[in-house]
């Protein structure tokens, strides 16, 4: 065996994170009576990888425990997913800014 901590720590997966969040998204998938397996799996993926990496913000925010938080957030996992990709598709930094101040009144 190496001291080498491997590719899941390098990237940064936190098993019991990772399988709260994974929890999360089968409680969704269930709830939401999704019955396409591919909404299954990325419902459970999305859980998954949400709560990995935003379980620990979304802890301190609420003041829960960290696997409380990851099943919550993998819960939330696809809304979150869905909310994320509708504000990036909005999202235009090169427009010009419509408010100046000559139409103040």
Same mark, same amino acid.
């Given at each position: #065996?190496?001291?080498?901590?491997? $590719?899941? @720590?390098?990237?940064?997966?936190?098993?019991?994170?990772?399988? %709260? !969040?994974?929890?999360?998204? @089968?409680?969704?998938? $269930?709830? $939401?009576?999704? /019955?396409?397996?591919? /909404?299954?799996?990325? /419902? @459970?993926? %999305?859980?998954?990888?949400?709560?990995?990496?935003?379980?620990? +913000?979304?802890?301190?925010?609420?003041?829960?425990?960290?696997?409380? +938080? !990851?099943?919550?957030? !993998? #819960?939330?996992?696809?809304?979150?997913?869905?909310?994320?990709? %509708?504000?990036?598709?909005?999202?235009?930094?090169?427009?010009?800014?419509?408010?100046?101040?000559?139409?103040?009144?």
């Amino acid at each position: #065996m190496s001291d080498d901590p491997g $590719l899941m @720590v390098w990237l940064g997966v936190k098993m019991p994170d990772l399988i %709260a !969040g994974f929890a999360g998204g @089968v409680l969704n998938a $269930l709830a $939401l009576k999704r /019955s396409d397996p591919w /909404s299954i799996i990325g /419902s @459970v993926i %999305a859980g998954g990888l949400m709560s990995n990496y935003l379980g620990e +913000s979304f802890a301190h925010y609420v003041g829960t425990t960290q696997l409380t +938080s !990851g099943f919550l957030v !993998g #819960m939330g996992g696809m809304g979150l997913c869905q909310g994320l990709i %509708a504000a990036v598709a909005k999202w235009n930094p090169f427009q010009p800014n419509r408010t100046n101040d000559a139409n103040r009144t």
